[in-house]
T-cell receptor
Framework: ETGVTQTPRHLVMGMTNKKSLKCEQHLGHNAMYWYKQSAKKPLELMFVYNFKEQTENNSVPSRFSPECPNSSHLFLHLHTLQPEDSALYLC??????????FGPGTRLTVL | DAKTTQPPSMDCAEGRAANLPCNHSTISGNEYVYWYRQIHSQGPQYIIHGLKNNETNEMASLIITEDRKSSTLILPHATLRDTAVYYCIVRERWGNTPLVFGKGTRLSVIA
């Protein structure tokens, strides 16, 4: 248990669906991150939020839309995804000058 | 791109020390060496980090060469539960700098 939770743990969706991934951190951290891990590929950074402000968007397609309503919660809104978007989506948080703690991930399958 | 080079895979007998090497020849003076590991389909787990001195915690030891161009992560008594992909990452300590993951080393601990 790292103090970072993600829901749902598994998600299957069609290409026309709209769904959201949720991440919550109970560590009092001020930065949160979304990473994507496709099969047999390294983890790729998607988005970074510092103090609720998006500070990095790593050329992510607009069908992925992040939202950070407060420093403890981070969402990833999904719409009109493609089968190649199937992956493990990982959330992480950190405090200034500190290590990143990761959640367990959401395994997403797009049909 | 990742700034580190690691062997793709290693085997280690259970109960023996696992020594995982990492090359980071372009590391800059304000960058630390971090190690994370990822057990199958889980979120990455922080292990240890260091700047230039050797470090030890309850999980592992980190040996950094004097020129800081390479390091070795040591798991003193490997168990089957240490089977995972181990990532060596160089990162600025200050600020909430995202982690850049490479392919890591897949360590298999064998009974």
């Amino acid at each position: 248990e790292t103090g970072v939770t993600q829901t749902p743990r598994h998600l299957v969706m069609g290409m026309t669906n709209k769904k959201s991934l949720k991440c919550e951190q109970h560590l009092g951290h001020n930065a949160m991150y979304w990473y994507k891990q496709s099969a047999k590929k390294p983890l790729e950074l998607m988005f970074v939020y510092n103090f609720k402000e998006q500070t990095e968007n790593n050329s992510v397609p607009s069908r992925f839309s992040p939202e950070c309503p407060n420093s403890s919660h981070l969402f990833l809104h999904l719409h009109t995804l493609q089968p190649e978007d199937s992956a493990l989506y990982l959330c992480a948080s950190s405090q200034e000058r500190g290590e990143q703690f990761f959640g367990p991930g959401t395994r997403l399958t797009v049909l | 791109d990742a700034k580190t080079t690691q062997p793709p895979s290693m085997d280690c007998a259970e109960g023996r020390a696992a020594n995982l090497p990492c090359n980071h020849s372009t590391i800059s003076g304000n960058e630390y060496v971090y190690w994370y590991r990822q057990i199958h389909s889980q979120g990455p787990q922080y292990i240890i980090h260091g700047l230039k001195n050797n470090e030890t915690n309850e999980m592992a030891s980190l040996i950094i060469t004097e020129d800081r161009k390479s390091s070795t992560l040591i798991l003193p008594h490997a168990t089957l539960r240490d089977t995972a992909v181990y990532y060596c990452i160089v990162r600025e300590r200050w600020g909430n700098t995202p982690l850049v993951f490479g392919k890591g080393t897949r360590l298999s601990v064998i009974a």
